[in-house]
């Protein structure tokens, strides 16, 4: 009994789910940010995988805006985040998990300024603008996750 008490503290403190906003199609994201500890691109892939979620893929302005809300208000202004942005294997950066092209971009200026840097965070030396950078540095997580919503 104690330890599932427990149990479920710490999954109300590690598992912080923020809502989004609807998008054109009807979908929500949630966002999952992982506040304690850092890793790489590509185990940031694995870790939001695992969850049953994606690392972000930012599509608007909106949503740009949205995450850096979100960021700001748990107080992680001076962190950079992981995005799902990669041009590994391809002279452009797409996202990941679609293999799409980007379309919305937020560069920070002077971006993207390395070919060898092959993926992209919200950077905090940029003002949570992207930066593309080396794919092995150490950066948070934040996850994303559609959830459909029900008309009445």
Known sequence: ????????????????????????????????MEPFFKTNWYRSMAF???????????????EQEKIVNIINEAGHHDESFWMAATNLGDTIFYWFDTGKKISFKNWARGEPDNDR??????YN?????????????????????????NSI
Request: charged share 25%; net charge negative.
């Open 48 to 62: 939001c995988h695992n969850m049953g979620m994606r690392l972000i893929s930012i599509q608007s302005e909106e």
């Open 117 to 122: 840097r092959q993926c992209i965070a919200l």
């Open 1 to 32: 009994m104690k330890s599932s008490i427990v149990f479920c503290i710490v999954l109300a403190v590690v598992v912080p789910i923020f809502g989004a906003p609807n998008s054109k199609d009807g979908n929500t994201k949630r966002y999952h």
């Open 125 to 149: 030396e940029k003002e949570l603008l992207w930066n593309d950078i080396d794919c092995n540095e150490q950066h948070r997580i934040i996850c994303e996750e559609d959830i459909k919503t």
